[in-house]
């Protein structure tokens, strides 16, 4: 118990340095990408500058058609330069959500990563139950205090398990039909209990619980993954 309550959250921890990292690391790279496109972006006011410097080195353009072409670049120069400055908001805007999905998707990862995990240990120990109690009269079950209500049928198979249980015995799909209807085993079928069977796991509801409380056996049968000593029927 020690070791499984431990490894979580040693899991968790590490999981936690990942995401950190991972974040910092993201927001670093992102960070130097900005600052190299903002370098390497042209200045609004280049464009500007050239058509002032072709102003001043031909003063000598005097006539009305010369005028107005050195005007019509100026005004050019302006719109470029609004323009140019709509880029750098557009290009801040896409990376600042681009290190939003980023982040995103590296905390989903590794909170998916970490559920396996959790999930991987809990399959290799079965479920920790130190109570289970049956009540026939209002057709539930109780796992450590939790209430399961259940089927008339589907009580009637996990109180079939509890007893076989109890005797250290794994019982076949045609040994559970067999006790529940009354017949000999022999004259049942193997497919009516497995299909008790997967109803009362239908009706726990919890996949993970159904699966790991009721255990299949290969070639044997149908066993509880509970201790005997915490079984209780009423």
Same mark, same amino acid.
């Given at each position: 118990? =020690? ?10 921890? +590490?999981?936690n340095?990942?995401v950190?990292?991972?974040?910092a +690391?993201?927001?670093v790279?992102?960070?130097?990408? @900005? ?13 500007? +500058? ?12 005097t ?11 100026a005004?050019?120069? /302006?719109?470029?330069?609004?323009v140019l @400055?709509?880029?750098?908001v ?9 290190? @939003? ?7 989903f ?15 290799r ?9 049956i009540?026939?009269? /209002?057709n539930?079950?109780?796992? *450590?205090?939790?209430e399961?209500?259940? /089927?008339?049928?589907a009580?009637?198979t ?7 249980r109890m005797?250290?015995?794994?019982? $076949? ?7 529940i ?5 022999s004259?049942?079928?193997e497919? +009516?209990?497995? $299909? ?9 509801? *919890?996949?993970?619980v159904?699966e ?7 070639? =044997?049968g149908?066993?509880? @993954? ?9």
């Amino acid at each position: 118990m =020690r070791a499984l309550t431990s490894s979580p959250s040693e899991s968790l921890r +590490a999981g936690n340095r990942v995401v950190a990292g991972g974040i910092a +690391a993201i927001v670093v790279i992102l960070l130097g990408t @900005a600052v190299f496109l903002f370098l390497n972006l042209p200045d609004a006011n280049a464009f500007n +500058a050239r058509v002032e410097r072709i102003f001043m080195e031909n003063d000598g353009l005097t006539t009305g058609a010369e005028i107005k072409l050195l005007e019509i670049l100026a005004q050019s120069g /302006t719109a470029f330069s609004g323009v140019l @400055a709509s880029y750098r908001v557009v290009i801040f805007v896409l990376l600042v959500f681009a290190t @939003a999905l980023m982040v995103a998707a590296l905390v989903f990862l590794v909170t998916i990563i970490a559920l396996n995990r959790r999930i991987s240990a809990i399959q290799r120990s079965g479920i920790q139950v130190s109570s289970l109690l049956i009540s026939r009269e /209002t057709n539930a079950v109780y796992i *450590n205090d939790l209430e399961f209500k259940l /089927t008339e049928a589907a009580i009637e198979t996990l109180s079939v398990l509890a007893e076989a249980r109890m005797d250290d015995d794994v019982m $076949t799909g045609a040994q559970i039909e067999g006790v529940i209807s009354g017949r000999d085993s022999s004259d049942c079928e193997e497919a +009516a209990g497995a $299909t008790r069977v997967k109803r009362l796991r239908d009706a726990l509801g *919890n996949q993970l619980v159904s699966e790991l409380l009721v255990k299949t056996i290969a070639r =044997r049968g149908y066993v509880l @993954a509970v201790g005997k000593d915490v079984i209780r029927m009423m």
